[in-house]
Each structure stands twice: as C-alpha cells, then as structure tokens.
C-alpha cells in the first residue's frame, strides 16, 4: 500500500501542444492531488512586464518586476486559476501578446531562480501534486516519484493548439517552433527530458488514452 503520510510528486514536461495542461489536470483530479501548470506563472510574469512597458531585453528590469509583483495560484485541478497582484489574469496570459513575449522573460536566470523556489514552496505544501511546465524534472523536482515527458509530432502540436486558440496552423507552427527553439537553447534551465522521464509519444494517442497509462504508471509507484 501507498504510505499515506508520504508526499506525492509527479512531474509533467514537454513542449507546448503535447497535451499537458489537459492531462496533467486529469491526472491530478484522479489522484485527488493539486495541480500546478508553472507555464502559467511564467506568463502571469510577463504579463506584468507588459502590463509596466519594460523592455523585453532589460533583463535587471524584467527581474524587477518579477521580484515585485505578487501572484496569486489556484492549484484545485478542476479551477486552476491565476491573479497577477489582485487581479485574475487567465484569459489575458492565453493572448499573443503574452505568448510572443513569454520566452524572452522566461530566460532571465533570475526570473526562473524565483519562480522556481515559488514552485517549490507550492509543492512542499502540498500532499499530493501534479506539476506541468518544461523544467519540473530536470530542475523544480529532480526527486519526483514519477517523471514523465510528453511530446507529440510539430504538425500535430500545431493542430491541437490552432484549433484550442481559433488561430491559423502554419502560423501556430512556426510560432511553436519559435518558442521550442528558444526554450531548448537557453542557458538557464532549458527545455530538456530527464534522464528517469518516462517518454510518451502522444501523436496518435486520445486524451483517455494517456491518462489512462499514467494511471498504471502511478499504480505501481503507489503500491
């Protein structure tokens, strides 16, 4: 049996369009566990450093304000929710301005130094939690009882995400590999698959389909 007492931790990375939010947030409903998308952080970030019309490329600037702005996390898997000092900002975090920004801000050493310890804190606090963003196995939770690593081919990426956004699907690619492009090749902690991750290909796979196989990964992790 599960040692009722002792924290659960499962870490969800990949690249944008493999399904993780949808996932992750059905797993963490099955399990009864939190749920914390850290993309979201990240971009709750960046909207604040528009939001003050800093510079994108002011990196002590940006850390700034991220050092100065306080975020509010809802981690209740069937509500996720997230407030940039006060104000509810989930529909706004979701635009293009946002997303075409998100990258160069979640770059700043600084920035992801203290959203990560955030992270960590959330997942301290929490019994059990599932946790998606790019880095959470390789760097916010290396000790997670289960490390998974979703991704599933650009064309497939590219339709899932255009058809969730209502927008165009080359153009949806392009900015998909844009964004795969600079979160693997920056310095600080980039998008990488842990070493003990277990890799699904969720291509030709359905929603159901995947959760369920995470379910029997977490079964014997329980047992």
């Known amino acids: 049996m599960h040692d009722e007492g002792r924290q659960l931790v499962v870490a969800v990375d990949g690249p944008s369009g493999s399904g993780k939010s949808t996932i992750s947030r059905r797993v963490a409903q099955a399990l009864s566990a939190r749920y914390l998308d850290t993309g979201a952080m990240y971009r709750a970030v960046t909207y604040a450093v528009l939001r003050d ?16 702005v306080h975020l509010t996390i809802g981690t209740d898997p069937a509500a996720p929710h997230i407030a940039v000092d006060g104000v509810l ?8 301005e946002v997303t075409g920004a998100v990258s160069a801000v979640s770059a700043v050493p600084s920035v992801r130094a203290l959203l990560v310890a955030q992270q960590r804190q959330i997942i301290a606090e929490a019994e059990r939690i599932v946790v998606e963003g790019r880095d959470i196995g390789t760097v916010v939770a290396p000790d997670a009882d289960l490390k998974v690593y979703l991704t ?17 699907q080359a153009a949806t690619a392009a900015d998909l590999a844009r964004r795969d492009r600079l979160d693997s090749t920056r310095a600080a902690d980039p998008l990488r698959q842990a070493e003990d991750a277990v890799v699904l290909d969720t291509t030709a796979l359905g929603i159901d389909e995947v959760v369920e196989r995470l379910q029997h990964m977490l079964d014997k992790v329980m047992a």
Do not use: C, F, P, Q
């Open 53 to 68: 019309g800093v510079d994108l490329h002011d990196a002590v600037k940006v850390a700034a304000v991220a050092e100065g």
């Open 152 to 168: 599933a081919d650009a064309e497939e990426r590219a339709r899932r995400r255009s058809s969730e956004n209502a927008t165009n």
């Open 89 to 96: 900002v989930d529909r706004e975090i979701r635009g293009s």
